[in-house]
């Protein structure tokens, strides 16, 4: 650590601790049912939990219904508002999108008195945990939080960064989980000295291929980079070895990782164009 | 929803629930002292809470020892190993990070009898949440997770997605969250119609202006905005109105979402002159 690093842990705070919640078979309630409820609803299907939903049906936002109609296997919806403490019998979470305010502060302490994690939508020093802004491409989640200031330009960072992606990335991530667990048949066991040679391998193989260059490998291709490889050596076989498509390394970095602009572009070309037609008319 | 949203909601899934947790003033344990354990503590401070370290001296790396050093003031460290379910006792979050997967597992399980969450380093599925790569910029925090498809892939995109970003985010946000205070004192309340309509207020400005405007904003124009934007109508002012200066929305917008990049521009230079002098020697 040096001067740097010292000045920042002084200066570390104000933030939150975002994280990853497994939710996978856990039993979420969602009290209400409105368009709010209804985003909750989304990010917690992504999340593999089975769902309860409480609000009377008067209130219910056309995505929250279709929700309950295309996921009965995993939503179970009651008609009817929330009734007491009962309705938290066995449940892992607690959300709250309802508009009745003292209503929500009241679950959110009877949440806190059996220590199950609750948010309530709206009323930030209630909640245990906020939402944010996501990006979603296969297993590649990506969360935008600002911390309480504004929705709405987590929703604009959100573009920005979307703007930064190929679009393969989900892809390529996928399959690279596909080769370590390959990796992991053929040297199991988990942690010690063939735990940190795995992942200095696996590190390795990330830092010196493209992303893109993962989304070609097939099961074949992956026992062959295993073969060529891990098995000789632990060396990291170049794309090429395998018979994957020869890249120019430095402008696919350029144009993969930064979406072509055009306007840039075309003023450049102009430019030059311009350059070039006074030199010569200059030399003439 | 449309036929789009309907084959969306039905394959939603696979996925973990990422949230900001909020941990200001709560009292986290971390058990072990090595190189994951700092980036934990790391992590945790960001948060602003207390922490706990329990790990024999002998076993810290030279950043947690530092972080102990510098953060006394929320950091209380216990030159010991592990001793037992006492150990747990007033804890909200209990993180692992050892060699010894027996003692993680055994952590584990009395944190879950607790309903305290936890998290246990490179033992993915005795994990209540995982944590991922991040960007921090003020009130900014971006969570990239692959779920647990490999760090270091979560590392790259982490590096894609900064060359989206013009860092200057961070500051924007703050501006506009001390600007949406602001405001909240004028109308105050929460929910109703006045919330609703402080909300779209709030979302209009944030939709045209560009980022990068807000962080021009002190004290004063903050007050001006309100005056001749909320108070006159609810209206919007441009924020030439401001003075402000008056920039080239479509170039500002290519240029700073997207960092230059320096080749394309250079062949597109060069195809420019190329072109004009073909051009040129031919009609001679």
Redesign the interface.
Known sequence: ?DAD??SR??R????????????NDKNVLVVGGGEVASQRI????????YITVIAPEAGLH??TK??ID??ADRISYHNRPFKGPQDLDGKDMVLTAL?D?FLSRHIVEMSRE????V?AA??PDL??????A?I?D?????????????P??AS??KT??????SGR?GE???K??QL?SKLKERAPG??GTLGRERMKW??TL??SWE?EDFTHLDDTLMDKLLDEGWNKDKRVPKPQELGLPIRFY??SA??S?????I????L??????????SF?SYKR
């Open positions: 650590m690093d010292t842990a002084e570390l705070g104000g933030g939150s601790l975002l994280v990853a919640w497994q939710l989304e990010s917690i299907l992504t999340a593999d939990s056309p995505r279709r929700f295309l996921r508009d305010n059996r220590r199950i994690p948010n709206d009323i909640c245990d945990f906020y939402f944010g996501q979603r296969g297993p590649l989640q990506i969360m935008i939080s600002t911390n309480g200031n504004g709405r330009m604009l960072i920005r960064l979307q703007k930064g992606l990335e390529a991530i996928t690279v989980g370590r988990v942690g696996m590190s990330c830092n992303m430095y402008l350029l144009f990782a930064t979406p072509m602009p306007f840039p572009t075309i450049a070309f102009v430019a030059g164009a311009l350059a070039a037609t010569i």
